[in-house]
T-cell receptor
Framework: SAVISQKPSRDICQRGTSLTIQCQVD?????MFWYRQQPGQSLTLIAT?????????ESGFVIDKFPISRPNLTFSTLTVSNMSPEDSSIYLC??????????FGPGTRLTVL | KQEVTQIPAALSVPEGENLVLNCSFT??????LQWFRQDPGKGLTSLLL?????REQTSGRLNASLDKSSGRSTLYIAASQPGDSATYLC???????????FGTGTRLTIIP
């Protein structure tokens, strides 16, 4: 199984500011995924990040709001831009493993005031 | 579009009881189904992955079954313990890629 770390684990931010979340994997992976989990809700996919190409965003998510970088096969960042209280969520990255099993990072708990 | 539903949304049982969590999906063209556990405010821990060719998968006190034709999976937890208290999520990948569609989750509370 893949071991995934995320930074920061949690943060409290003011509206209008931006936060960059880092995701580090202990092995090289082709695809990394970013999910959002709003309070009391299940997970929603934000985008898929492939190394060397632009991220692919799901309906309802745009690059200006959630820019993603994928500089190499073990690392990715997600930025939440111009934050509002509605962005308060847990943000999780995941990777696929053997037999298409997916593994998740510990999540970043974001609160926007 | 795949839709995944979990029933019940919440469940409380006394310690020691066996229990079953349900997951249903609308599109049976899946190649696997995964069960996760999530503790409050935390990330997801993979519990079991069951391939479309399998009917059951077991890990310790957990047993997952899959019936593709009826669009259903169950997670059976034997001899429940207070440490099993968490939210349990099932998820299926979109056919042809690894994007997961998640169920609505079952919040499980084991009463000591």
């Amino acid at each position: 199984s893949a071991v995934i770390s995320q930074k920061p684990s949690r943060d409290i931010c003011q509206r209008g500011t931006s936060l960059t979340i880092q995701c580090q994997v202990d092995s090289q992976v082709t695809m990394m995924f970013w999910y959002r989990q709003q309070p009391g809700q299940s997970l929603t996919l934000i985008a898929t990040a492939n190394q060397g190409s632009e991220a692919t965003y799901e309906s309802g998510f745009v690059i200006d709001k959630f820019p993603i970088s994928r500089p190499n096969l073990t690392f990715s960042t997600l930025t939440v831009s111009n934050m509002s209280p509605e962005d308060s969520s847990i943000y999780l990255c995941s990777v696929g493993g053997r037999l298409n099993e997916q593994f998740f990072g510990p999540g970043t708990r974001l609160t926007v005031l | 579009k795949q839709e995944v539903t979990q029933i019940p949304a919440a469940l409380s049982v006394p310690e020691g009881e066996n229990l079953v969590l349900n997951c249903s999906f609308t599109d049976s063209a899946i190649y696997n189904l995964q069960w996760f556990r999530q503790d409050p405010g935390k990330g997801l821990t993979s519990l079991l992955l069951i391939q479309s060719s399998q009917r059951e998968q077991t890990s310790g006190r957990l047993n997952a079954s899959l019936d593709k034709s009826s669009g259903r999976s169950t997670l059976y937890i034997a001899a429940s313990q207070p440490g099993d208290s968490a939210t349990y999520l099932c998820a299926v990948p979109n056919f042809g890629n690894e994007k997961l569609t998640f169920g609505t989750g079952t919040r499980l509370t084991i009463i000591p």
